[in-house]
């Protein structure tokens, strides 16, 4: 994954420690109310019109996936501080 990330207008490597935690434990808060979230969008969806599963499960799956690649960068950014 080559995309630099950037929290509160400040490069990972700009960052320090503390800041790194922060961010960390914001992403996984992001991704536990977006999970809570979607999964009660996909139980909507589901009553409604099944077919209409397939949207938030995938959104969810790609998004996660973004932010645990994000949690990656973070965790070798303070494992190299």
Same mark, same amino acid.
């Given at each position: 994954?080559? &995309?630099? !990330? @950037?929290?509160?207008?400040?490069? *990972? ?20 109310? &977006?999970? !809570? @979230?979607?999964?009660?969008?996909? *139980? ?38």
């Amino acid at each position: 994954m080559n &995309r630099k !990330l @950037f929290y509160n207008g400040k490069d *990972l490597y700009k960052m320090t420690i503390s800041e790194l935690e922060e961010q960390l434990k914001m992403n996984k808060t992001r991704i536990f109310v &977006r999970s !809570l @979230f979607l999964f009660l969008v996909t *139980l909507v969806a589901g009553f409604t019109m099944p077919i209409f599963i397939i949207f938030p499960v995938g959104v969810l799956i790609i998004t996660d996936y973004w932010i645990y690649q994000n949690n990656k960068k973070i965790r070798r950014e303070i494992e190299r501080k």
